[in-house]
């Protein structure tokens, strides 16, 4: 089975975060989110793969290339405008066309069974079957509204009422080859607000599995820092070097980087390249190189980096 993997976007609810790598090669214990993903998809059979690059697109083929997938054929597709997540199949279309295929965002990390989703997916006979998790109150993702049978009914809008409880929609999608009659050739496109929702208006069923298990989402600085720390303790990336004085606590640290004596940094992200000199106290803040700092990003910057309250971040 074939799988497209999804990694062009612009990362912005990561920034700064993105000034550095892309949003897929963001790491997740010391190990980047789309290396998760093909991991996951490799043990679960699948052996042919597209990913889409647009924003920093070598940070992800060297996330790649690093993981060791051997066995998984991978092609890249580039956009040099963003397509959205039905235009970013065009490119791959003739590859893609003529069976079942996988659609899965490369920001999320998972271990639910998807054999069992594809099954579901067959038995249904759906244009398109959404893997779907329980809602999570405290965080804020658009509900999937689903009737008693399992068939979407609709989509949540940004910012609509939130109706609980509900489901919430991992990003994985399975597409019957059916799918392109509502895709059109070029431009961007989206699927769940144009390609979905012009299925539905035309009686489509699109199905839904209700996965167990954990499904982890990396979308905005609050969650990225969150769900490190829930992962337990500091984690330090790769040629890290950190003076033995130096406390830190709750930390995620990434590759290169020079914390000097007696610095104190409590939840903090500190990304690539990082030098932080000595007596450096922090809490609660993203650490960047200021040499990346984009304009909105100048009222941050602190001498060599870039000092940004995670907290404030949506």
């Given at each position: 089975m074939k799988c497209m993997v999804l990694a062009a976007g612009l990362g912005t609810r990561l920034l700064p975060l993105t000034l550095c790598r892309a949003k897929s090669a963001v790491p997740y214990r010391n190990q980047p989110l789309i290396c998760h993903c093909l991991k996951k998809l490799a043990a679960e059979g699948i052996d042919q793969v597209a990913v889409n690059l647009h924003h920093l697109p070598d940070s992800v083929r060297q996330a790649v290339s690093a993981a060791n997938l051997d066995r998984m054929r991978i092609r890249y597709s580039y956009e040099p405008k963003i397509l959205g997540t039905a235009g970013a199949l065009n490119p791959v279309r003739d590859w893609l066309a003529k069976e079942t295929f996988l659609l899965v965002n490369g920001k999320i990390v998972f271990d639910f069974d998807l054999r069992a989703?594809?099954?579901?997916?067959?038995?249904?006979?759906?244009?398109?079957?959404?893997?779907?998790?329980?809602d999570v109150k405290e965080e804020d993702f658009n509900p999937v509204f689903v009737n008693p049978q399992g068939a979407v009914t609709g989509f949540a809008r940004t910012g609509e009422e939130r109706v609980l409880p509900g489901m919430v929609f991992t990003g994985i999608h399975i597409v019957d080859s059916r799918i392109w009659q509502y895709i059109p050739v070029s431009g961007a496109t989206d699927m769940v607000r144009d390609v979905y929702a012009a299925a539905l208006k035309r009686g489509e069923l699109v199905a839904s599995y209700h996965a167990t298990g954990s499904w982890l989402e990396f979308s905005?600085?609050?969650?990225?820092?969150?769900?490190?720390?829930?992962?337990?303790?500091?984690?330090?990336?790769?040629?890290?070097?950190i003076h033995p004085s130096a406390e830190l606590t709750n930390c995620v640290v990434w590759n290169g980087v020079y914390i000097a004596q007696g610095c104190e940094l409590e939840n903090c992200v500190v990304a690539d390249g990082v030098d932080l000199p000595e007596h450096t106290r922090l809490k609660n803040v993203v650490i960047v190189p200021a040499w990346l700092a984009s304009p909105e990003f100048q009222p941050y910057v602190r001498g060599e980096n870039i000092i940004y309250p995670w907290e404030i971040a949506r």
């Open positions: 989703a594809l099954t579901c997916h067959r038995q249904s006979g759906a244009l398109s079957t959404l893997v779907l998790v329980d905005t600085l609050p969650r990225y820092w969150r769900l490190n720390a829930e992962a337990g303790g500091n984690c330090i990336g790769y040629d890290a070097r």
